[in-house]
């Protein structure tokens, strides 16, 4: 791939692991690769983008890259670790045996990855001057990033625990007191820390990159991840009177924050209704 571009080599990565995937899960009938390849295309990408810097890189640019890899193998490993403990992936369950519904998760998920890494591929590519060294902006954006990478790892492993000890109910305790998606708080609140570390390196139409955490934040608010899942846990729990106690003194996203623009009340009688109709399409594309 010498002499392309990193935007060039990043999209031919995406794409060929997207199809790859695609291609071998349709085969196997199968979803338990689709989040490790999610994850091993930004690992992939990333790896490309350390090869090309070459021993001319910037410290900012070889920590960015590093907070990439952090990021996809810690959460491609959890995934990948979940996926195979629980038995599968309920998401898939309409579309892994039709190649057609299957092939469009897998074009999502490479939009996905693409869109989600614009600043990054913006910010390696990015040459002399300040615009490379770490600044205030840089150390308040690793400072971000830190709080939602833990914040992430701390849901998801306390979450994944009271699983597999067997509970069946909804989880309550630990950070997910404070927070109904707390792991999703963490995933938006960490790739906006991403977005600080780069945003120097930005110039002219590049600033437009800030779409990138827009795009996550959006789609994990009102698109595939808590519009799915308050759905989904309202047609379990919905006539609880303890999980509706939790639904209303618990914030569904920030903690200690009530977003009414995400609070869906009539969620279960509209997720039966969608259940019945559904093709599969509508499932989330991203962990």
């Known amino acids: 791939m010498a002499g392309l571009s990193l935007y ?16 071998v ?7 338990k690769l689709y989040d490790g390849f999610g994850s091993v ?9 350390l090869a090309g810097l070459g021993g001319s890189g910037t410290a900012k640019q070889v920590v960015l890259c590093g907070l990439v890899l952090l ?8 995934l990948v670790v979940r996926v195979f403990k629980t038995g599968g992936d309920k998401r898939f369950d309409r579309v892994k045996s039709n190649p057609g519904k299957f092939a469009v998760y897998w074009t999502l998920q490479g939009l996905w990855v693409y869109v989600t890494l614009l600043p990054f591929l913006f910010a390696i590519s990015a040459t ?11 150390s308040i954006g690793l400072s971000v990033f830190a709080l939602g990478f833990g914040v992430e790892s701390i849901a998801d492993l306390q979450k994944f625990k009271f699983k597999v000890d067997g509970n069946s109910g909804f989880i309550r305790t630990g950070l997910w007191k404070f927070s109904r998606h707390p792991n999703y708080f963490g995933e938006i609140v960490l790739w906006w820390g991403v977005y600080l570390v780069c945003a120097p390196s930005l110039v ?31 047609r379990k729990w919905g006539s609880d009177p303890e999980y509706l106690e939790y639904k209303q ?12 623009s995400l609070e869906n009340k009539d969620a279960a009688a509209q997720g039966a209704e969608e259940a019945q109709q559904s093709d599969g399409l509508e499932q989330p594309f991203v962990p």
């Not at 060039?8 to 291609?23: C, E, T, Y």
């Not at 002399?128 to 840089?138: K, N, V």
Request: proline share 5%; hydrophobic share 55%; glycine share 10%.
């Open 249 to 260: 003194r618990t914030p569904v996203l920030i903690p200690f924050l009530h977003t009414r």
């Open 25 to 31: 899960s349709s085969a196997l009938k199968t979803e």
């Open 8 to 23: 060039a080599v990043a999209a031919i990565i995406d794409v060929g692991l997207q199809v790859a995937g695609w291609a």
């Open 204 to 234: 002219g139409p590049q600033h437009l990159a800030a779409f990138s955490p827009l795009f996550v934040t959006g789609l994990l608010c009102f698109v595939s991840g808590i519009p799915l899942l308050e759905r989904s846990a309202d």
């Open 128 to 138: 002399g001057g300040a615009s490379t060294a770490f600044g205030i902006l840089d």
């Open 41 to 49: 295309t930004f690992i992939s990408i990333a790896l490309a983008a």
């Open 71 to 78: 990021w996809a193998l810690r959460l491609g490993s959890f």
